[in-house]
């Protein structure tokens, strides 16, 4: 089966980074991408294609990947980046799609 | 800016088939640049991806579901659908749809999400 797995949580003080990993073998073939879910919200892509950033999102939010892991890096975390946050990949042979267990931001 | 909108039933009886519509506006659902996704999150939990289809009908349904789902596409309404059978209350959920950027794989990535439709599996 295709399994990327994320910490439950991160916590934070603001203006710290806040780094969440996410590991899966299909990470070392394919594109990972990450996802904000604020509480009532749906999903908000922030990072595809392991680095790359849509315009509308902060730069303060990056990317990278290496081998099997994908991270997710905040720099200088703010009260408003506080969300659970997702990573995404195709599996191995780019038929099926799997999400990470999803990684509650705390920032306070 | 392509804009996306779930409907469908918001309570299905146990056993019965679940079936959503999503209404594509701002794009063309035959735009061969996108495959067209749905992912859903049962209440307090994570995202699960259901599967993706492209515009000339190919689907690419999860492994875990593949048994119970079938996607279609309407492009004179520029729709596509998911119908979920045999539903239990496992599959009560708030549903999205996506667009999704074609990039190596056949799923793409879920780079534009609806709001979201609530269904319950209840008697």
């Known amino acids: 089966s295709h399994d990327l797995t994320q910490p439950p949580s991160v916590s934070v003080s603001p203006g710290q980074t806040a780094t969440i990993t996410c590991s899966g073998d299909?990470?070392?073939?394919?594109?990972a991408s990450w996802y904000q879910q604020k509480s009532g919200q749906a999903p908000v892509l922030v990072i595809h294609?392991?680095?790359k950033r849509p315009s509308e999102i902060p730069e303060r939010i990056s990317g990278s990947a290496s081998g099997t892991m994908a991270t997710l890096t905040i720099t200088a975390a703010q009260v408003e980046d506080e969300a659970v946050y997702y990573c995404?990949?195709?599996?191995?042979?780019?038929?099926?799609?799997?999400f990470g267990g999803g990684t509650k931001l705390t920032v306070l | 800016q392509v804009q996306l909108q779930e409907s469908g039933p918001g309570r299905v009886k146990p056993s019965e088939t679940l079936s959503l519509t999503c209404t594509v506006s701002?794009?063309?659902?035959?735009?061969?640049?996108?495959?067209w996704g749905w992912i859903r999150q049962p209440p307090g939990k994570g995202l699960e991806w259901i599967g993706t289809l492209y515009y000339t009908g190919s689907s690419y349904p999860s492994p875990s579901l593949s048994s119970r789902v079938s996607m279609s596409i309407d492009p004179s309404k520029n729709q596509f659908s998911l119908q979920l059978t045999s539903v239990s209350a496992a599959d009560t959920a708030l549903y999205y749809c996506?667009?999704?950027?074609?990039?190596?794989?056949?799923?793409?990535?879920?780079?534009?999400w609806g709001q979201g439709t609530l269904v319950t599996v209840s008697s």
């Open positions: 995404f990949s195709p599996d191995s042979s780019g038929s099926h799609g799997a």
């Open positions: 701002g794009d063309s659902i035959t735009n061969n640049r996108y495959y």
């Open positions: 294609a392991d680095t």
């Open positions: 996506a667009r999704c950027p074609r990039d190596d794989s056949w799923t793409g990535y879920p780079a534009s």
């Open positions: 299909a990470l070392s073939t394919k594109y």
